[in-house]
């Protein structure tokens, strides 16, 4: 085999690896978008996340919410992720952190998810999700529990909080009807 051919088949490994990391998710109902930096300071900051808090992120990613949360907040984390290969990141990353034994990872459907042990739920999901996913939360969460979302609020709902720099929203449960929406 010559060199040429050799990176020819490393180039293709490499831009089908790429496009399945980033395109995967449409498959499984959302693309992958990772959340930034401040937003997920903004989100731990907003829920006001500390040792005493279990952590519920739904669709984890490679873990940007997951290992700030346990390693420097102490709490305790369960990630929620569907895609297969963001769920070995998680669990190699998991491996590799000082707080492995503060975080869960749980492949599976977040729609099936169990959420009476939250005391905060983080999230970053479109609008569509997030509608699919309130009558969950409403049935299962906590008064007080705390939801923190990036980008896309809770639409009919008042948040308690948010920071519009970085588009984080907090919610404390029972939601709050927007002003004006009944709902």
């Known amino acids: 085999m010559t060199l040429t051919a050799?990176?020819?088949?490393?180039?293709?490994?490499?831009?089908a690896g790429t496009m399945y990391f980033v395109f995967a998710s449409f498959v499984f109902g959302a693309?992958?978008?990772?959340?930034?930096?401040?937003?997920?300071?903004?989100?731990?900051?907003?829920?006001?996340?500390?040792?005493?808090?279990?952590?519920?992120?739904?669709?984890?990613?490679t873990g940007a919410v997951v290992f700030r949360a346990a390693e420097r907040l102490g709490a305790r984390v369960v990630?929620?992720?569907?895609?297969?290969?963001?769920v070995l990141i998680l669990r190699l990353r998991r491996r590799l952190s000082p707080a492995r034994d503060r975080i869960t990872i749980v492949w599976g459907d977040l729609f099936r998810r169990d959420f009476r042990d939250a005391s905060v739920v983080a999230l970053f999901l479109w609008p569509?999700?997030?509608?699919?996913?309130?009558?969950?939360l409403d049935a299962q969460l906590r008064p007080g529990a705390r939801v923190v979302s990036h980008y896309h609020p809770f639409v009919g709902a008042q948040p308690t909080a948010n920071d519009p720099g970085t588009k984080?929203?907090?919610?404390?449960?029972?939601?709050?009807?927007?002003?004006g929406t009944g709902t």
Do not use: H, K
């Not at 050799?6 to 831009?15: D, R």
């Not at 903004?42 to 739904?58: K, N, Q, S, Y």
């Not at 992720?81 to 963001?86: A, D, G, I, S, W």
């Open 6 to 15: 050799l990176l020819l088949g490393a180039l293709i490994v490499l831009v």
């Open 31 to 61: 693309g992958y978008q990772p959340t930034p930096r401040r937003s997920v300071e903004a989100m731990l900051e907003l829920a006001r996340v500390g040792a005493g808090d279990t952590v519920i992120d739904l669709g984890a990613g």
């Open 79 to 86: 990630a929620v992720e569907v895609e297969p290969l963001r």
């Open 128 to 136: 569509g999700a997030m509608e699919r996913l309130r009558p969950i």
């Open 168 to 179: 984080v929203f907090l919610y404390r449960w029972p939601l709050e009807p927007a002003p």
